[in-house]
């Protein structure tokens, strides 16, 4: 039953999805969250690296080192709030074109394919 249902859905999705706005909108976030958790992990990997060679008494703590694995950890939490807020961007484009398709299945409307908000056109 189910296998049906998905079948009947996806053969009446236009294929172009690729080309959409959506999918535009999706890469964009997806961009975005890529570069916003390699960003924060690396941030992290050096702060923890520093403020633990700090700790160690391998570093000055009060020197320029210890002071940057400090910032850095600082730095992390913002961009993996980033990166957290990018995911929901992606479930909200995600959405927003499930529910086009939908409304394109069960009306046969050929609305425009821009996600929501998106004026340009």
Known sequence: MKTEAVS???STIKTGYLDSAYRREHGKWVFY????TTSGVITAIFGL???G???LHVVDSGSRLGLAGTALLAVTFPLLVLAAHCLDRI????RAHRAASYKRIVF????DDRPDGDLSK
Request: charged residues 25%; aromatic residues 0%.
């Open 33 to 36: 969250l890529l570069a916003s």
């Open 8 to 10: 009947t859905v996806l």
């Open 108 to 111: 046969g409307d050929e609305d």
């Open 91 to 94: 479930e909200d484009v995600n």
């Open 53 to 55: 060679a700090s700790l």
């Open 49 to 51: 690296a520093l403020a």
